[in-house]
């Protein structure tokens, strides 16, 4: 098919954090340096912000140095950390209040900022569409293009207006050519053409298997009296065991609203837990509830997080592109936070992409330098003292590895003399059903928990039902033939959406369902099957959540 096509110097996939950071540095270098530069940004959202889903308490770093007038700007970096309170759980009923002096230095929020990265983002576009970038919402990167050499020279967007049989509907558009010198890659957590890129050029290699969490998040507007602006909490401990990862947060924005949420590592054995189910029973304890009741649920969301650290980052340059943000996995465990240095990335790949223009044509060119700089960065520090956090939580559990957390930092500032590992998938971890116990999770009381269509009802989730499900099966069979007797196929669980199912047919057997149309595009399935037997691929551009403040 011929197709339509467009040329620039850059294109960067992904209007997030990373992406738009590269995109505002890129013109400020070319300004600076007296460059004439196109530069595109491409995102698969109906609009900017649409698809970011962050905690988020952001360390303005990157921000002071991208923008070092982002307060007079109007950056809505607006309420600051006023109080870190850390608890562990216990129960449903008690928890512990953490000591200041016993909580690792890295989890302290000084000098940070509680914020909506969904609006952080937007500000950020608005600053990059000033200076010249053009920036392409609702339009998806569905495939990476090669050069006859096998570099890369863009990316086509994603046809529109195709029928679920493969059909075109009317309206249909076919996709564009996006070619440019340099390609950047911002998708995000597991992004789909990202995953390819690191096979294709082997990336990967000598590092360790990435690690993942599932962050599920809401919004509240709370009573006035309960509401304390600037108020930073995090929870570990129950209702996850000493063995599995993860924990909560409720962080007290503006306007009487809290973003509270709850991650779950993806590395958990049991087939029969839900993260969905375990943040709702979790929001029952005092705590956290104390906050909540006479309060009204105004947003939901979830989204995979990055959490293997220095030990997974693969190579970030090939040629013809560059990955950058979580599409690498920059997000610091020990700190909860992964905005500032998926900033900063995106920074370093617009000047690396700037020094080595002004040496030379920058055109497939696998522009090593990116490697250089990150490891000289900030960035490469701040990962490499915390290198152990993650390794120290699954070797010995939320107890022993958070002793050994404050220790490794508060006593040693992350310099000991050894780099523990994580070798093993989080695919690989699942236990068999029979040989787990299944968590007796409460019915929700549609107060303080709820169940999961309600939830992707307020993420505004839409996908035009006839087009081909984004959610591909290498074998259709695997879920009934496989899964279901040796997991009791947790698609059912894993998903916080509801987009898996096992029903019956007409004639009373199992059958696996999809309901593509809920997925909020967390990424989940595609991290956690245990066959690694489904494949995320972008919907029709456009579709998927819309969230407005998250």
Same mark, same amino acid.
């Given at each position: 098919?011929?197709?339509?096509?467009?040329?620039?110097?850059?294109?960067?996939?992904?209007?997030?954090?990373?992406?738009?950071?590269?995109?505002?540095?890129?013109?400020?270098?070319?300004?600076?340096?007296?460059?004439?530069?196109?530069?595109?940004?491409?995102?698969?959202?109906?609009?900017?912000?649409?698809?970011?889903?962050?905690?988020?308490?952001?360390?303005?770093? *990157?921000?002071?140095?991208?923008?070092?007038?982002?307060? $007079?700007?109007?950056?809505?970096?607006?309420?600051?950390?006023?109080?870190?309170?850390?608890?562990?759980?216990?129960?449903?009923?008690?928890?512990?209040?953490?000591?200041?002096?016993?909580?690792?230095?890295?989890?302290?929020?000084?000098?940070?900022?509680?914020?909506?990265?969904?609006?952080?983002?937007?500000?950020?576009?608005?600053? *990059?569409?000033?200076?010249?970038? $053009?920036?392409?919402?609702?339009?998806?990167?569905?495939?990476?293009?090669?050069?006859?050499?096998?570099?890369?020279?863009?990316?086509?967007?994603?046809?529109?207006?195709?029928?679920?049989?493969?059909?075109?509907?009317?309206?249909?558009?076919?996709?564009?050519?996006?070619?440019?010198?340099?390609?950047?890659?911002?998708?995000?957590?597991?992004?789909?053409?990202?995953?390819?890129?690191? +096979?294709?050029?082997?990336?990967?290699?000598?590092?360790?298997?990435?690690?993942?969490?599932?962050?599920?998040?809401?919004?509240?507007?709370? /009573?006035?009296?309960?509401?304390?602006?600037?108020?930073?909490?995090?929870?570990?401990?129950?209702?996850?065991?000493?063995? !599995?990862?993860?924990?909560?947060?409720?962080?007290?924005? =503006?306007?009487?609203?809290?973003?509270?949420?709850?991650?779950?590592?993806?590395?958990?054995?049991?087939?029969?837990?839900?993260?969905?189910?375990?943040?709702?029973?979790?929001?029952?304890?005092?705590?956290?509830?104390?906050?909540?009741?006479?309060?009204?649920?105004?947003?939901?969301?979830?989204?995979?997080?990055?959490?293997?650290?220095?030990?997974?980052?693969?190579?970030?340059?090939?040629?013809?592109?560059?990955?950058?943000?979580?599409?690498?996995?920059?997000?610091?465990?020990?700190?909860?936070?992964?905005?500032?240095?998926?900033?900063?990335?995106?920074?370093?790949?617009?000047?690396?992409?700037?020094?080595?223009?002004?040496?030379?044509?920058? *055109?497939?060119?696998?522009? !090593?330098?990116?490697?250089?700089?990150?490891?000289?960065?900030?960035?490469?520090?701040?990962?490499?003292?915390?290198?152990?956090?993650?390794?120290?939580?699954?070797?010995?559990?939320?107890?022993?590895?958070?002793?050994?957390?404050?220790?490794?930092?508060?006593?040693?500032?992350?310099?000991?003399?050894?780099?523990?590992?994580?070798?093993?998938?989080?695919?690989?971890?699942?236990?068999?059903?029979?040989?787990? +116990?299944?968590?007796?999770?409460?019915?929700?009381?549609?107060?303080?928990?709820?169940?999961?269509?309600?939830?992707?009802?307020?993420?505004?989730?839409?996908?035009? /039902?006839?087009?081909?499900?984004?959610?591909?099966?290498?074998?259709?069979?695997?879920?009934?033939?496989?899964?279901?007797?040796?997991?009791?196929?947790?698609?059912?669980?894993?998903?916080?959406?509801?987009?898996? =199912?096992?029903?019956?047919?007409?004639?009373?057997?199992?059958?696996?369902?999809?309901?593509?149309?809920?997925?909020?595009?967390?990424?989940?399935?595609?991290?956690?099957?245990?066959?690694?037997?489904?494949?995320?691929? !972008?919907?029709?551009?456009?579709?998927?959540?819309?969230?407005?403040?998250?």
């Amino acid at each position: 098919m011929e197709r339509e096509s467009m040329e620039f110097d850059v294109v960067i996939v992904g209007a997030g954090p990373a992406g738009l950071s590269a995109a505002c540095k890129l013109m400020q270098l070319a300004q600076e340096k007296n460059q004439e530069l196109m530069v595109c940004v491409i995102e698969k959202g109906s609009e900017v912000g649409a698809h970011i889903l962050s905690g988020a308490v952001i360390e303005p770093t *990157a921000m002071d140095e991208l923008f070092p007038d982002w307060k $007079e700007k109007g950056a809505p970096l607006k309420t600051k950390v006023k109080g870190d309170d850390v608890y562990y759980l216990t129960g449903q009923e008690k928890g512990i209040k953490t000591p200041n002096f016993l909580i690792p230095k890295p989890m302290h929020n000084e000098g940070n900022y509680i914020v909506s990265m969904a609006n952080v983002c937007r500000w950020l576009a608005e600053q *990059a569409e000033g200076m010249g970038v $053009e920036i392409f919402p609702g339009f998806t990167a569905s495939e990476v293009l090669y050069n006859d050499d096998g570099s890369v020279k863009g990316i086509l967007t994603g046809d529109m207006g195709v029928a679920e049989d493969g059909s075109e509907k009317d309206g249909y558009m076919p996709g564009m050519e996006l070619l440019a010198k340099q390609t950047i890659f911002a998708e995000g957590c597991r992004g789909h053409l990202g995953k390819q890129l690191m +096979e294709t050029f082997n990336l990967r290699e000598n590092v360790d298997p990435q690690h993942y969490g599932l962050g599920i998040k809401e919004i509240w507007t709370i /009573e006035p009296e309960k509401h304390e602006e600037g108020l930073v909490v995090h929870t570990a401990g129950w209702p996850l065991d000493n063995h !599995t990862e993860g924990g909560g947060f409720l962080y007290h924005m =503006e306007n009487n609203q809290v973003a509270l949420g709850f991650i779950v590592a993806l590395n958990y054995d049991n087939p029969h837990l839900s993260p969905f189910d375990e943040m709702q029973r979790w929001k029952l304890n005092p705590k956290i509830s104390q906050f909540l009741e006479g309060g009204k649920r105004i947003a939901y969301g979830a989204r995979a997080v990055n959490k293997g650290g220095m030990q997974s980052v693969p190579k970030l340059s090939f040629p013809g592109g560059l990955l950058v943000g979580c599409d690498a996995g920059f997000l610091n465990g020990a700190k909860i936070k992964g905005n500032h240095t998926a900033m900063k990335t995106g920074m370093l790949a617009a000047e690396a992409i700037m020094e080595s223009m002004l040496a030379g044509d920058i *055109a497939n060119k696998a522009l !090593t330098v990116m490697d250089d700089k990150y490891k000289s960065s900030w960035v490469f520090d701040e990962l490499y003292k915390t290198r152990n956090f993650g390794p120290a939580l699954h070797k010995f559990g939320t107890l022993l590895g958070g002793s050994f957390a404050w220790l490794d930092q508060n006593i040693f500032a992350g310099k000991m003399p050894f780099t523990w590992h994580n070798t093993t998938s989080d695919h690989e971890t699942l236990k068999q059903a029979s040989q787990c +116990e299944a968590p007796d999770y409460p019915k929700p009381d549609g107060k303080l928990t709820f169940d999961k269509l309600s939830s992707v009802f307020l993420s505004s989730t839409n996908h035009e /039902e006839d087009q081909p499900c984004h959610l591909k099966l290498i074998d259709p069979s695997v879920p009934i033939k496989h899964n279901l007797p040796l997991y009791d196929e947790p698609a059912q669980r894993y998903c916080p959406a509801g987009v898996y =199912e096992v029903i019956e047919d007409a004639e009373g057997q199992p059958t696996f369902q999809i309901n593509g149309q809920n997925c909020v595009h967390c990424k989940t399935c595609d991290i956690k099957d245990p066959t690694q037997n489904i494949t995320w691929v !972008t919907p029709e551009g456009g579709g998927g959540p819309n969230y407005a403040n998250m």
